[in-house]
């Protein structure tokens, strides 16, 4: 029997005022106009960040990064599990058990690019966090491997602009003592604010018991948890959602409200009542099924929950995240909280 599995669902929950008081969702992929019609709007100028007219610095927690010395354990430890890396003039390669991809651009690698992009799109900090293909591939040995090169690679981005880029640790989630060592280890560099992990860890879901003793250190450290949807063309079915870029367009949304359900549903936020969560994709399915999850439950709106996230710097990401709060209609106060307001205080900017 699971931690869980005696529970009566309608107990075990007490919904933690569902999405008012349970989650914060980023903003990224919530807000409808394309990017072709936010490109006709003028640029912000670099030296302004877009920000000073506000007042308030701009946070986007969404922001993706492969450091180089996590993509070189694919070619040392990871060499025996068919992982490889390699560089070419059009970008970068690699291959593991679960991925393969490439070319990728060097935006995802390049500091001097990502700082660039980062004052035309009027962004003054982001959260770095790994994605696809994780550190779920793996042995314990290089789990563990690559979530200590990831985290120090973005300790040392930090380090290098430590007043524009931050971090979101990551862990070997597989395993539990590695992955609390690891937390333990990390959380003391330079630039860490958040953890960062998958909606599903290798197919197992958030509630399951494995993960039980790392969401009691997170929230001992008072860290947020930011998570994002992964491998998700197995959502449904084999084969379902490879067709179209579904995996993506159908499966982020709905294997984020997957996770959210199977954290509020089985107790663990209320086991856990001090942990923040934060959904990638403006909360993914969750916000418009709520309804029909939490049936009678009424919700209201907050700004203090919604954050600006640009997805950066992935095809389906937005290059001027900070001109999608002007398509919509925002008291000055509510501007700021989601510019920059609410990151910072989830971040401990």
């Known amino acids: 029997m699971t931690a869980h599995e005696h529970h009566d669902p309608r107990q075990a929950t ?42 308030a610095p701009s946070v986007d927690i ?42 990728q651009s060097m935006r995802y690698i390049d500091l001097k690019q990502r700082i660039a992009d980062m004052d035309r799109q009027g962004v003054e900090i982001q959260a770095l966090s790994l994605t696809n293909p994780m550190t779920y591939w793996g042995d314990g040995e290089v789990s563990h491997k690559l979530a200590v090169a990831w ?32 937390l333990n280890r990390a959380s003391k560099l330079q630039g860490m604010r958040g953890v960062y992990a998958g909606c599903n860890i290798d197919d197992k879901d958030l509630d399951d018991p ?90 209201r709106p907050g700004t203090d929950r919604v954050m600006i996230g640009s997805d950066y710097c992935a095809d389906m990401g937005y290059e001027r995240p900070i001109q999608f709060l002007d398509q919509i209609s925002l008291t000055s106060d509510e501007r700021q909280m989601i510019l920059g307001g609410t990151a910072k205080r989830i971040l401990k900017l």
């Open 14 to 55: 007490s919904r933690r005022r569902m999405l008012r008081a349970a989650f914060t969702a980023t903003v990224a992929g919530v807000m409808g106009r394309t990017r072709e019609t936010l490109a006709q709007r003028p640029e912000p100028d670099a030296q302004d960040h877009g920000t000073r007219a506000a007042g």
């Open 62 to 103: 969404h922001a993706h990064y492969f450091p180089e010395p996590y993509l070189n354990v694919f070619n040392e430890d990871g060499k025996r599990f068919g992982a490889e890396y390699r560089m070419t003039e059009r970008g970068f390669y690699y291959k593991c058990p679960i991925r393969e991809a490439g070319p």
């Open 151 to 182: 985290n120090n690679g973005a300790s040392a981005a930090h380090q290098a602009h430590p007043n524009r880029l931050v971090a979101l640790l990551t862990l070997p989630m597989l395993y539990p003592d590695r992955a609390v060592e690891e």
């Open 210 to 299: 494995l993960f039980e003793p790392i969401w009691t250190r997170v929230e001992q450290l008072d860290l947020p948890l930011f998570l994002h949807p992964i491998e998700t063309g197995r959502i449904g079915g084999e084969g379902r959602l490879h067709p179209f870029y579904l995996s993506n367009l159908l499966g982020n949304p709905f294997d984020t409200a997957i996770a959210a359900c199977h954290l509020i549903f089985s107790g663990v936020l209320d086991r856990h009542p001090k942990l923040q969560v934060c959904l990638a994709h403006g909360g993914g399915a969750l916000p418009i099924l709520i309804g029909r999850i939490d049936h009678g439950w009424q919700v």
